[in-house]
């Protein structure tokens, strides 16, 4: 996926919780908080889910969540087509 169509597909999805994958095969589940030119903000949802990363994630007050640069990001979905 380009930059650009990932870009696009984080502003459509934003607010809405996702499943993003990275060019290192990591999934990331939560809700899009944030879209720049250069990253998306994701606030993971719950503690379960191991496959975020963890940058930052625990601590409070972390406002947008973690940054994922657009450029890695190779698809977004919605969670809610495979979660219930």
């Given at each position: 996926?380009?930059?650009?169509?990932?870009?696009?597909?984080?502003?459509?999805?934003?607010?809405?919780?996702?499943?993003?994958?990275?060019?290192?095969?990591?999934?990331?589940?939560?809700?899009?908080?944030?879209?720049?030119?250069?990253?998306?903000?994701?606030?993971?949802?719950?503690?379960?889910?191991y496959g975020i990363?963890?940058?930052?994630?625990?601590?409070?007050?972390?406002?947008?969540?973690?940054?994922?640069?657009?450029?890695?990001?190779?698809?977004?979905?919605?969670?809610?087509?495979?979660?219930?």
């Open positions: 996926m380009n930059q650009s169509d990932a870009y696009n597909l984080c502003c459509k999805y934003q607010g809405r919780k996702v499943i993003i994958t990275d060019n290192r095969g990591r999934r990331h589940i939560g809700r899009i908080t944030k879209v720049d030119n250069r990253k998306v903000w994701i606030m993971p949802d719950d503690v379960g889910s990363g963890f940058w930052g994630y625990g601590r409070p007050g972390i406002g947008f969540g973690y940054g994922i640069a657009l450029g890695v990001i190779t698809g977004i979905v919605l969670s809610s087509l495979f979660l219930f």
